[in-house]
């Protein structure tokens, strides 16, 4: 399958090939999930769901789907394209002070 990562708008932000090893920082990660990067959020930690969805047909694609500059892809049987998407639920309840450490 060929895999893209597509943001909180559905716009396609990369594209794997089939058997591609997708990996992504924790400010892509953040990025896409429409949240704020900071540094903060490292260390307090972040709670994310990730949800893959695949399509074998064109019309089952969401229409708003938006693939800016990368090549459209269209799904089939034999290559099927599998959504990947973020979504940030909350902050960490844990918090951190540089001195203080962890509480």
Known sequence: AVSVIVDNQFIVRRIFSPGEIINMTVAEIVQVAGAEWNYTMVFRGSEFIVTTNCFT??????????????????????????????????????SYSITGGFA
Do not use: N
């Not at 034999?78 to 309840?93: D, G, N, R, V």
């Open 57 to 94: 047909a064109q019309r089952d694609l969401p229409p708003s789907l938006y693939w800016g500059q990368i090549d459209p892809v269209s799904p089939r049987e034999e290559l099927p394209l599998c959504m990947i998407t973020f979504k940030w639920l909350q902050a960490s309840a844990v």
